[in-house]
């Protein structure tokens, strides 16, 4: 009896082994189950956080730094007798940057002030002319006077036949004489104070023209020196001592380190919410991840890329495949962290926009009042030119 017990209170080895692989489905089921949960919570998430704050950022790396390029240009002809700066140097503005042989404007300049002194010289000599036949006319008046008056004389001789009629008409002959060259003399007159008109030397139209040749004479001579209109960093110099350049050959280009932004082409399916004055991150590959830029959205451009080439696409010719067009958009940089950070152009950057606020305007509406950009480096004084025109119209104005 108490083996059989025994016996019977021992369990079957199967069912023991039958138990074990219950327990790991169980526990593998339970892993599988909070696996799950976990991936579920994180998509739940994600999709949350997409909806709430990364469906509102557009982002692109189709984005590179520009800046303005300031192309320098000859005004006038000359040969290259020094080039002061060479690439990568920094020039202030109005510093000389290309030299010109000035011998040609030097005697160009000397031609004209002669011409101006001939004008200023034939000027008064019409002046002097207008006092002679002024004089002449005062003369031919007394002159038909006399003719009057010895004509009413003989007149008077005549009726009582004291005179012969052949002396009465050559005294009616030198009345009309005297009238004629009257008439001339005035003429004259009228002529010469057509050309004068009162008016003073240095007012006269052939005094102002030739004065107006001595400028441009003076304007080329102080423009065979090439000067920087900004300040910036030479680049792309060109320009050899030696040469012999004309107007409008490209020297060199100067690029300002301040006025910097950023061109983003983005995806015509990225710009739907894109605004005016929304908020961007620029991120340089020159800097990396260490240097964020803030920027703002400041203007898209009113065409692709495509619809600006030299030979755009014709998409009605047949044979189609879409592709997706990129829209230029310009993000303006903060000029402190340019400062702090130089950029140069060319320079690939990563741009993300925020587009959650859509109160911005997606094409400006306002027309710029003032310049965007100057300079008064090209502008000359014209205050020593005009001092010398001055001394010589009154050098030779008598």
Do not use: C
């Amino acid at each position: 009896m108490s083996e059989n017990a025994g016996i019977q209170a021992t369990p079957p080895q199967d069912s023991v082994v039958a138990k074990q692989p219950t327990k790991k489905k169980k526990s593998r089921k339970i892993a599988l189950l909070f696996l799950t949960g976990v991936f579920v919570i994180i998509a739940i998430a994600y999709l949350l956080y997409w909806l709430l704050v990364l469906r509102h950022f557009q982002s692109t790396d189709d984005s590179y730094v520009a800046g303005n390029q300031v192309q320098i240009m000859a005004q006038v002809s000359g040969s290259v007798t020094s080039v002061n700066f060479d690439s990568t140097d920094f020039v202030k503005k109005g510093d000389p940057l290309v030299v010109l042989d000035p011998t040609d404007a030097e005697q160009a300049f000397e031609r004209a002030k002669t011409g101006l002194a001939n004008s200023v010289r034939q000027t008064h000599q019409l002046i002097i002319n207008g006092r002679q036949y002024q004089a002449n006319v005062a003369l031919r008046q007394t002159q038909l006077q006399q003719a009057q008056t010895d004509l009413k004389r003989r007149v008077v001789l005549g009726n009582v036949d004291a005179i012969g009629r052949e002396e009465l008409q050559h005294a009616h002959d030198a009345v009309d004489s005297a009238k004629a060259q009257l008439d001339v003399a005035v003429q004259q007159y009228n002529a010469n104070q057509a050309m004068v008109l009162n008016t003073p030397v240095d007012q006269q139209p052939q005094v102002l023209q030739a004065a107006a040749q001595v400028r441009d004479a003076w304007l080329a001579l102080q423009r065979t020196r090439v000067v920087s209109p900004i300040d910036g960093y030479v680049s792309r110099r060109s320009v050899q001592v030696g040469q012999q350049i004309t107007p409008g050959t490209a020297l060199m280009a100067v690029v300002p380190a301040n006025h910097i932004w950023v061109d983003a082409n983005f995806k015509e399916t990225q710009i739907a919410n894109m605004r005016i004055g929304q908020s961007a991150t620029v991120v340089s590959d020159m800097y990396g991840d260490a240097v964020t830029y803030k920027g703002k959205v400041v203007g898209m451009d009113m065409g692709t890329g495509g619809a600006f080439s030299l030979l755009p696409a014709q998409n009605a010719t047949g044979n189609w495949i879409k592709v997706v067009q990129r829209l230029p958009v310009r993000i303006e940089l903060d000029d402190e962290q340019v400062a702090k950070h130089p950029l140069r152009i060319g320079l690939s950057a990563l741009v993300t926009v925020d587009t959650q606020d859509l109160n911005g305007l997606v094409l400006a509406d306002k027309v710029r009042t003032e310049p965007l950009y100057q300079t008064t480096a090209l502008t000359l004084d014209l205050a020593p030119v005009n001092a010398i025109i001055a001394d010589v119209i009154h050098a030779n104005a008598g």
